[in-house]
C-alpha cells in the first residue's frame, strides 16, 4: 500500500498536506444517510412502500404546487399520493433544495430558512408546511429528500442521526474521522477549499 501525501492543505498559506488531513466530501454523504436507512430496512423496521408520514406526522397531508395566482400566492392542492420511503431514497418525493432553483417552492423553502434549521426535527417540521414541487414518484429532483431520511434514521432507531452513524456505520468501519461537523480539537486538520 502506497500511503503519502502532496500538494498543501491551504495553498494561501503554503501549509503542506499531511497524510492525516481532513477533507468535506459534501454529497457522498447522500449515500452514507442511505446505507443508514437500508441497515434499518434490513432489520424489518420499515417497507420502501410507507408513506413517510406514518413515521414522520409532521409530513401528513404535504400539498402540491398548482401554479400561482396573479398576486403570486401559490395556488395548492391535493397531490395523487402522499411520498413514500421509496421516494425519498430515488429522489422522487416531491421536495426541492431551496438553493438549486428559483421555482415558487425554493422561495418557500428560502423563505422559512429550512436549510438553517437547528437539527433535523425542527427541519422536518418546517418542511412539511412547505409545498410540494411534483407529484409523488413522477420525476427525479435532487433534493433535501437525504435530509427527511437522516431524521427517518432517527425516529426508527430512537438514537440521534450521528449517534446512530457512530455506531452502527463509522464505528464497525473504522471511519474514525468521518463527522458532520469537525469537533475543535481536529479542525486544524480540515484542509483549505
Known amino acids: 500500500v502506497f500511503n503519502g501525501a502532496w500538494g498543501f492543505s491551504d495553498r494561501e498559506a503554503g501549509e503542506a498536506m499531511s497524510k492525516d ?9 447522500k449515500p ?3 446505507v ?7 432489520q424489518g423496521h420499515f417497507l420502501l412502500s410507507d408513506p413517510i408520514a406514518r413515521y414522520l406526522p409532521e409530513l401528513a ?7 400561482v395566482d396573479d398576486a403570486g400566492v401559490p395556488l395548492l392542492r391535493e397531490p395523487a399520493r402522499q411520498p ?11 421536495f426541492s433544495y431551496g438553493v438549486f432553483g428559483d421555482t415558487p417552492v425554493d422561495r418557500a423553502y428560502r423563505k422559512a430558512d429550512l436549510l438553517q434549521q437547528p ?5 422536518v417540521a418546517t418542511l412539511g408546511q ?7 414518484g413522477t420525476r427525479w429532483h435532487y433534493s433535501v429528500a437525504v435530509d427527511v431520511q437522516g431524521r427517518l434514521v432517527e425516529v426508527l432507531s430512537g438514537q440521534s442521526f450521528g449517534d446512530f452513524l457512530r455506531e452502527h456505520l463509522f464505528g464497525p468501519l473504522g471511519m474514525e474521522d468521518t463527522f458532520f461537523v469537525v469537533p475543535e480539537p481536529e ?5 483549505q477549499l
Open 21 to 29: 488531513a481532513l477533507y468535506r466530501i459534501y454529497s457522498m454523504s
Open 32 to 34: 452514507v444517510t442511505a
Open 36 to 42: 443508514a436507512l437500508m441497515m434499518l430496512y434490513e
Open 61 to 67: 397531508d404535504l400539498r402540491l404546487l398548482d401554479g
Open 84 to 94: 413514500t420511503i421509496r421516494d425519498l431514497l430515488r429522489h422522487t418525493a416531491g
Open 119 to 123: 437539527d433535523l426535527e425542527s427541519f
Open 130 to 136: 412547505q409545498p410540494l414541487l411534483f407529484e409523488p
Open 187 to 191: 479542525r486544524e486538520r480540515l484542509v
